[in-house]
């Protein structure tokens, strides 16, 4: 029944000699049993829990079972892909339209009155911000920011409640709308992964059960390790279609927010990805048509330079190199200004209520309004420069449409603002006149460098704000003008070098993001499926090196520093040094742990249930000679069920016979995704059920991972990251050896018969007195 097993292979509990206590995770300052995360977050039970629910279940399942479950697997890989693509178009529509209809009204007032025009364009900002932020206060408050922070932290085991309800969603979808198209320093990318997230969870618990939304016959993928999967499909999709970047997308996802990878997972985010730019490349080909209004060039992020520099010399690599080292400065004191403010911002002014979250938004909505429309004013136009007849480009372009040249209070018809090309424009369309080719000395370096102040200062200020906020394009608008910069001084020095400045603030825009974001590989490709440049890949290549290691010279990545700061609590990638001189007893030294009897008193486990937090509780059970045995870990959630049930309450303390196990389904003790589950205050029992008694076998997991009290806290480290495990029991070191298993051991023969295994060859030998000798024997076959 496992019980016996577990009897046999478990060490004895720890006495009062000095022996350590069973810890819940390998954290050496972690209180006991996950009292480190009670509040906003809490660790995901991605380990199985193999208990007679379990087994009676997968024994009651046909042979077509895998099959079916694999097929569904890539169904709803295909309606995530569908889904996020639906919901990327939707908004990059939505905020197409409302930038064009606003920059076409204003652009129509200031011809007659550019003062009516300000305040007309002043007022049209404020209205999509407060639309924003009111949405993400009073509706979603989860919608807030990036959401990358989060569903990295989910992935790695961690997680913080509603980033995944419905009304995230909306608010993500909606808020994105008014924020970016209200002009704040931010994008709408970072939102758009969370968007994906969201809409692989809420298919995989089959919608929403609060809005009357779901469907059971989806309702498969009931454990946290099925939605794992399912979100980082998700957040690949997110990325697939926020920069129309398939292969990127799966790469962010393998290095940025996943902490656990395997084959199969990487096709069907693949396939995930693919979906979405077959959905993306059909909604821009039927928008080719006009049916979209304002939504055309400008629309999904795709900058074309592939007709700009063919080539590049190795005298450029130096002043490549300063472009990264650039990158790596002002991403790292990117981060680091960000923290300081959102901390501020956190302890003190957000504490104060909705309405100051409200304001503060309006305010910074204010700010920016005013400064993209009056700096432009201040600075003096330029006459357009002669252009080839065949380069597509027109100087100045019409009011109110994209374009390299945008005439804005000047004085003459073949006049141009350059500083107004940039500031007073959408984002998508300031970056591609900064990427644009062959369009030399059409920014003057003054203009620039008041561009890169105003916006650096605006986009570390807005961060933060209770608003749905991205850092792709407000860090790739801040590289790409120093790039630009720095490319303008390199065509001015090195005059007989075929060089093109927007190749220089393509190689600006990296670096910024490198070094802000720390990602190199996923961004490296990113950037040349956004551009259509691969000529330029080895310089890419290059200034993400640079910046990365300048950077994390300072400080972290710009996700980690806020998990951070959010009180995400990740595991990174590598231990700490300091945990190869630790072992698994020194982390575990000062915990308390709560166990419980295999037949407690429902009063007894409710007691426990109110005096503490933990999330794991180890069962023991008295053996033949009095002492006291493991046999398994029962989960906090699992024991609420019962309670909340109460068909498993019975009268005497002995163990319960073998009815019991048909009165639940393994699906009775699923968390669902998008809820906190049961609370120990929300269930009401009797005073006579209070003096009953509970069996406890049946429902725990008769074989947790355990570790012995030496083992190098480093080792535990690896094993409790790798696996995504909750709890590590820590016991004595094992007496005897009951087998020792192989890479042979593990690898299964099938038979005629489906049903049945056989192992090719196996170690475990019945026992014998000296237990030594087996595994001499056993070792000496390999």
């Known amino acids: 029944d496992g019980i016996g097993m577990a009897r046999l292979a478990w060490s004895r509990l720890p006495t009062a000699d000095g022996a350590a206590p069973l810890p819940e995770g390998p954290a050496a300052s972690a209180p006991a049993q996950d009292e480190l995360f009670v509040g906003a977050v809490e660790s995901l039970d991605y380990e199985v829990i193999e208990n007679y629910a379990y087994r009676e279940e997968q024994a009651q399942r046909s042979k077509f079972w895998v099959p079916y479950y694999i097929m569904l697997k890539w169904f709803f890989a295909l309606l995530i892909g569908v889904g996020t693509g639906l919901a990327a178009i939707f908004i990059n529509l939505a905020v197409e339209n409302f930038s064009g209809w606003k920059f076409t009204l204003t652009f129509a007032i200031i011809q007659h009155s550019y003062f009516v025009g300000f305040l007309v364009y002043i007022l049209l900002n404020l209205a999509l911000v407060f639309s924003s932020v009111y949405i993400v206060t009073q509706f979603a408050p989860a919608a807030a920011g990036s959401g990358i922070p989060e569903i990295k932290g989910y992935l790695n085991g961690v997680d913080t409640h509603g980033i995944l309800l419905f009304r995230t969603l909306v608010g993500k979808i909606f808020g994105s709308i008014g924020s970016v198209g209200g002009g704040l320093a931010l994008g709408k990318e970072g939102p758009l992964v969370h968007t994906g997230a969201c809409i692989a969870s809420l298919l995989g618990q089959g919608g929403s059960a609060k809005y009357h939304l779901n469907s059971r016959w989806v309702q498969i993928f009931e454990s946290d390790r099925d939605r794992r999967d399912l979100v980082t499909c998700g957040c690949a999709a997110g990325v697939a279609a926020a920069f129309r970047a398939p292969v990127g997308g799966v790469l962010f996802a393998l290095e940025e927010v996943t902490s656990w990878w395997r084959s199969h997972l990487m096709w069907r985010v693949f396939f995930t990805s693919a979906v979405v730019a077959v959905v993306v490349r059909s909604a821009m080909n039927w928008c080719d048509s006009g049916k979209c209004g304002h939504f055309g060039a400008g629309g999904f992020i795709i900058w074309d330079i592939s007709g700009g520099q063919e080539d590049y010399s190795y005298q450029e690599l130096l002043p490549v190199a300063i472009i990264g080292v650039i990158g790596g400065l002002l991403g790292a004191l990117f981060n680091q200004l960000t923290l300081y403010i959102t901390k501020w911002r956190r302890t003190y002014l957000h504490k104060k209520g909705k309405r100051v979250q409200i304001f503060e938004a309006c305010l910074i909505s204010l700010i920016t309004s005013t400064v993209s429309f009056v700096l432009p004013l201040l600075?003096?136009?330029?006459?357009?420069?002669?252009?080839?007849?065949?380069?597509?480009?027109?100087?100045?372009?019409?009011?109110?449409?994209?374009?390299?040249?945008?005439?804005?209070?000047?004085?003459?018809?073949?006049?141009?603002?350059?500083?107004?090309?940039?500031?007073?424009?959408?984002?998508?369309?300031?970056?591609?006149?900064?990427?644009?080719?062959?369009?030399?000395?059409?920014?003057?370096?003054?203009?620039?460098?008041?561009?890169?102040?105003?916006?650096?200062?605006?986009?570390?200020?807005?961060?933060?704000?209770?608003?749905?906020?991205?850092?792709?394009?407000?860090?790739?608008?801040?590289?790409?003008?120093?790039?630009?910069?720095?490319?303008?001084?390199?065509?001015?020095?090195?005059?007989?070098?075929?060089?093109?400045?927007?190749?220089?603030?393509?190689?600006?825009?990296?670096?910024?993001?490198?070094?802000?974001?720390?990602?190199?590989?996923?961004?490296?490709?990113?950037?040349?499926?956004?551009?259509?440049?691969?000529?330029?890949?080895?310089?890419?290549?290059?200034?993400?090196?640079?910046?990365?290691?300048?950077?994390?010279?300072?400080?972290?990545?710009?996700?980690?520093?806020?998990?951070?700061?959010?009180?995400?609590?990740?595991?990174?990638?590598?231990?700490?040094?300091?945990?190869?001189?630790?072992?698994?007893?020194?982390?575990?030294?000062?915990?308390?742990?709560?166990?419980?009897?295999?037949?407690?008193?429902?009063?007894?486990?409710?007691?426990?249930?109110?005096?503490?937090?933990?999330?794991?509780?180890?069962?023991?059970?008295?053996?033949?000679?009095?002492?006291?045995?493991?046999?398994?870990?029962?989960?906090?959630?699992?024991?609420?069920?019962?309670?909340?049930?109460?068909?498993?309450?019975?009268?005497?303390?002995?163990?319960?016979?073998?009815?019991?196990?048909?009165?639940?389904?393994?699906?009775?003790?699923?968390?669902?995704?998008?809820?906190?589950?049961?609370?120990?205050?929300?269930?009401?029992?009797?005073?006579?059920?209070?003096?009953?008694?509970?069996?406890?076998?049946?429902?725990?997991?008769?074989?947790?991972?355990?570790?012995?009290?030496?083992?190098?806290?480093?080792?535990?480290?690896?094993?409790?990251?790798?696996?995504?495990?909750?709890?590590?029991?820590?016991?004595?070191?094992?007496?005897?050896?009951?087998?020792?298993?192989?890479?042979?051991?593990?690898?299964?023969?099938?038979?005629?018969?489906?049903?049945?295994?056989?192992?090719?060859?196996?170690?475990?030998?019945?026992?014998?007195?000296?237990?030594?000798?087996?595994?001499?024997?056993?070792?000496?076959?390999?």
């Open 379 to 782: 600075r003096k136009c330029s006459p357009c420069p002669e252009l080839e007849t065949n380069s597509g480009i027109q100087c100045p372009h019409p009011p109110g449409t994209d374009g390299n040249f945008v005439n804005f209070y000047c004085s003459k018809d073949n006049e141009y603002n350059d500083l107004a090309t940039i500031f007073f424009n959408s984002q998508d369309d300031a970056i591609r006149n900064l990427f644009s080719a062959k369009t030399f000395h059409e920014y003057s370096a003054q203009s620039l460098i008041t561009f890169l102040v105003m916006f650096y200062s605006l986009a570390v200020v807005t961060f933060g704000t209770a608003v749905p906020a991205g850092q792709f394009v407000p860090g790739i608008m801040i590289g790409s003008t120093y790039g630009r910069l720095v490319g303008m001084s390199v065509v001015k020095f090195y005059k007989k070098l075929n060089v093109d400045e927007g190749t220089y603030a393509l190689l600006g825009a990296a670096s910024f993001l490198g070094g802000s974001m720390r990602m190199t590989v996923s961004l490296c490709v990113i950037m040349v499926e956004i551009t259509n440049n691969l000529q330029l890949l080895p310089l890419i290549m290059l200034v993400l090196l640079i910046s990365k290691a300048v950077g994390d010279f300072f400080n972290e990545g710009l996700y980690e520093e806020q998990a951070r700061l959010k009180g995400i609590p990740l595991l990174d990638s590598r231990p700490k040094q300091v945990m190869r001189n630790m072992n698994a007893k020194d982390a575990c030294k000062n915990q308390k742990v709560v166990c419980l009897p295999r037949v407690s008193r429902v009063v007894d486990i409710v007691s426990v249930l109110q005096s503490n937090k933990h999330n794991g509780f180890p069962i023991v059970e008295r053996g033949q000679n009095g002492e006291s045995l493991v046999i398994g870990l029962i989960l906090r959630s699992h024991l609420l069920v019962l309670l909340q049930s109460k068909v498993d309450f019975q009268n005497t303390p002995f163990p319960c016979g073998p009815g019991i196990l048909n009165r639940h389904n393994f699906s009775d003790f699923v968390k669902p995704a998008s809820s906190k589950g049961k609370s120990i205050d929300d269930i009401h029992l009797t005073d006579e059920e209070l003096g009953l008694y509970l069996d406890l076998a049946p429902f725990l997991n008769p074989s947790p991972y355990i570790v012995p009290e030496d083992m190098s806290l480093a080792k535990v480290y690896n094993l409790f990251r790798q696996l995504g495990l909750r709890h590590i029991f820590v016991v004595p070191r094992p007496s005897r050896v009951v087998g020792l298993i192989t890479r042979k051991d593990l690898l299964l023969e099938e038979d005629g018969n489906t049903a049945t295994t056989e192992l090719q060859s196996t170690s475990v030998r019945t026992e014998v007195s000296n237990s030594l000798n087996i595994a001499l024997e056993t070792v000496s076959r390999f």
